[in-house]
């Protein structure tokens, strides 16, 4: 229909359709074909492409909650990567929650050009036997099984319990994720780790899913004894927990930093505002998704990954919520 409507080859749309005029199709048969098909309201047939093709232009990225604005950056990185010659499919699992093997292996069937994973664990990669290219990212101790874009949150934890110890913190809690990602593991070990060498007693350690309501609820109940306990910081696995702190700590009428200091990860683009604004350690979720995407595209093209394992640098930032 909508070459007879151009007036040209049913193979002239077909290259127009999918943008593969260059050389091959004069600008006004594009035109015509363009036309037609806003006219007609045409649409290509992903999957029937796909099948004839082999494949398709998908690109699979399962990641935890898309809502928290971390990931919103690490998506952006990776569309700025993938650019316009392949479409993002997002498989999103709850909050704070590892992927669900059985869940991306029915998006497997779409026959996706690659697949990017957040956080996996191994369990996930033995199960998920995808025939695409694989990139991982934020994903430490499973790095053999893919190529994969890492952060150095260890080196973000250490120096932070350095910071809280130069400020002469000795007894510090811990607010701990309870969702299974390594990345949580690695960063609290680092931290803990640190601090007894910098002779700071870690007094507890406290578990909430993702949550800024939770993580308030879960310092309101403990608040009471971490201060008969004698501790003057708070250091949360992110800042979405130190959020929560932060909430609760104000309506208890806990002055911070001077009778609580509090801190996070992620450097979330709120934190910088936050009242008072919160100390973090940055984790750069653009080039995260933006290194991850690079890597995938060159493997969906054919083309060997110079360094198939790669780590970006976290580092801290003070504010006032530690030094005000």
């Known amino acids: ?42 649409v290509v047939d992903g999957i029937g492409s ?24 690490v998506i952006g990185g990776v569309r700025a990567a993938l650019g316009t010659d392949y479409q993002l499919l997002l498989a999103v699992s709850d909050p704070g929650m590892l992927p669900v093997p059985a869940e991306v292996r029915q998006l497997l069937s779409l026959r996706p050009a690659g697949l990017l994973v957040d956080a ?12 695409a290219p694989v990139v991982l990212m934020d994903a430490p101790g499973v ?7 890492n952060l150095d949150v260890g080196h973000g934890a250490r120096e932070l319990a350095q910071h809280l110890a130069a400020l002469g913190h000795r007894t510090v809690a811990y607010l701990d ?19 007894a060498e910098s002779g700071m007693t870690v007094a507890a350690v406290a578990n909430t899913p993702i949550d800024v309501g939770a993580a308030a609820a879960a310092f309101a109940a403990a608040w009471p004894r971490w201060q008969r306990e004698g501790v003057t910081a708070v250091v949360c696995c992110t800042d979405t927990h130190a959020y929560g702190v932060l909430q609760e700590a104000r309506a208890a009428g806990v002055a911070i930093p ?18 008072p604004s ?18 995938l595209k060159s493997l969906m093209q054919g083309r060997p990954l ?4 790669l780590t970006l640098a976290g580092r801290l930032i003070q504010r006032a919520s530690t030094i005000g």
């Not at 790095?143 to 874009?149: D, F, K």
């Not at 100390?279 to 995260?288: D, E, I």
């Open 258 to 275: 001077r009778e609580l200091a509090v801190t996070g990860f992620d450097d979330l683009p709120y934190s910088a505002t936050s009242n």
């Open 306 to 309: 110079a360094a198939p394992q």
């Open 50 to 73: 796909s099948l004839a093709r082999g494949g398709s232009n998908l690109v699979i990225l399962a990641a935890p909650d898309i809502a928290n604005p971390f990931f919103a950056k």
């Open 143 to 149: 790095e053999g099984y893919a190529p994969s874009v």
């Open 120 to 131: 996996p664990n191994a369990a996930f990669l033995d199960q998920l036997n995808s025939t």
């Open 1 to 42: 229909m909508v070459a007879a409507r151009a007036g040209v080859s049913t193979a002239t749309v077909s290259l127009v359709a999918n943008a593969k005029t260059e050389g091959r199709v004069s600008a006004e048969n594009i035109a015509k074909v363009t036309r037609a098909i806003d006219e007609l309201g045409y």
């Open 177 to 195: 994720s309870t969702g299974g990602s390594a990345t949580f593991r690695v960063r609290r070990e680092a931290f803990l780790a640190r601090a």
């Open 278 to 295: 919160l100390t973090s350690v940055h984790l750069p979720a653009t080039m995260l998704g933006r290194r991850a995407g690079e890597q």
